[in-house]
């Protein structure tokens, strides 16, 4: 067709479910050791990667593969027949997997599908700026496994501790891995570099996009360490005065970008009275407090006791006296430039009136670390995406650090995803699409005894198409 050849760098993360399933994600990313080669231009892998879920115990397993590519200019020229042919390339992939296995294995009791029935979405956008996005999925493709399924690695499990997840489940921890190692990053790692000529190079850099500069932020530390950054990248944009609990604004009807609401506490669910005994959750019915505001801001060093500072909305409240308790999560992302997104509940209710809450606020922090849940849920964005987080509870503390921090009407908790490489690893993969995401969230005390339960929400959030270029300057208020 006339059209120079693409070549990918990418970046591959992986974790494994509690019930075996293993998600394995792919994203580009840029290093300054690995440009394009000569006669080749740099493609995008916008999302992609493969969920295999084992069936029959174990035995056989559902194989996923999805991929969303910018070919860069080249997809306009594809004709509807190599459109095909590079999905049912896909496909063969998944198909030569099932082979395989039964090949070692002797007959699999699988049912049998032509490429046809197993192709999704093949047609192509004809727009030239627009992404690919073909999606195959084998519905019902097996493979026989006489053992445990090794990880991408093929070698053993790494298991974390401190340095865990955000998305570990509450009961069982869920098992993630950075793949390869720091000293692998230094000559594979990178990020995308756009474009086939030297223009368009020159003019990433003007013209990146709100949530790029943000993801490469974040990634400061690992730049400096690795070699690489990630993809996308944003001008900073000058923000006006600070009110702290007042910088995000709050949008009921959720239209308007970078801005909060609560959400439907029905979406998450919690463990039940009876849950010792049936191990069942149910659906929470409401919240323990009201969402009052919330804080999008930027600084250049971490901003930790946002609620004990004048003029912000927690002080005004506590100079007018009352029983109104506020809970503030402050959640942390490092780099260069530091982001913090606060998140302002509060209650009417005196804190001695919930003893856990109250056992909560007033314990120690290792008591707080075993308590304290997130239960995270992506509602609009990419599949990839979701399926990194999942909706699955998790102890943050388990996972992250937490700097408490109690005033007389509050408790701020910091959290501080720098703490956990492997967190900044999947939070760096959300954040690479964070102005098309919207962010569902819930928190709780968790319930280990008959007597704390059932659970009950704190409070829930909303966050829709959070923009980096937005955040609010702490260096200009």
Known sequence: ?????????????????????????????????????????????????????????????????????????????????????????????????????????????????????LMRDMGLPQGGNEPTKIETQSANECERLEGPVEGPQGGSKRHLSSTGSLVQLNDATDEFFDVPDESEYDQREAMWSSDESTHAADQRHAKLSSAAVFVRKLHDLAVQKRGYIDLQGAADADNGPCYYGHTLPKDSSCTMPSSWSMTDPTTFLIRGESYLLDRQKIKAENTLMQMVGADWI????????????????????????????????????????????????????????????????NGD??????????????????????????????LVGQALEINYFRGSNYLELGVDIGSSTVARGVVSLVLGYLNNLVIEMAFLVQGNTQEELPEFLLGTCRLNYLDASKAVSLDEC
């Open 1 to 117: 067709m006339g059209m120079r050849k693409r070549d990918l760098l990418l970046r591959r993360y992986w974790r494994r479910e509690e019930d075996g399933t293993y998600v394995i994600l792919y994203h580009s990313v840029f290093h300054n050791r690995c440009s394009p080669e000569k006669g080749y231009i740099r493609a995008c892998l916008k999302s992609g990667g493969y969920v295999i879920s084992p069936v029959s115990q174990g035995r056989q397993s559902v194989v996923k593969h999805m991929l969303a590519i910018d070919w860069k200019f080249w997809k306009s020229y594809l004709l509807t027949s190599s459109a095909k042919y590079i999905t049912i390339r896909m496909l063969g992939r998944v198909a030569a997997l099932r082979e395989l296995f039964r090949a070692k294995n002797g007959n699999c009791a699988c049912m049998e599908f032509s490429s046809g029935e």
């Open 365 to 394: 922090d290792t008591f707080r670390n075993s308590r304290f849940k997130l239960i995270p849920y992506i509602s609009k964005g990419s599949w990839i995406v979701k399926q990194s987080v999942g909706k699955k509870a998790c």
């Open 298 to 361: 930027k600084s250049d060093k971490r901003e930790d006791d946002l609620a004990g500072r004048p003029g912000g909305l927690v002080q005004k409240y506590a100079a007018q006296g009352g029983s109104k308790f506020f809970f503030i999560v402050n959640i942390q992302v490092p780099g260069s430039t530091t982001y913090s997104l606060a998140l302002y509940y509060m209650m009417d209710t005196p804190l001695e009136k919930v003893p856990l809450l109250e056992r909560f606020v």
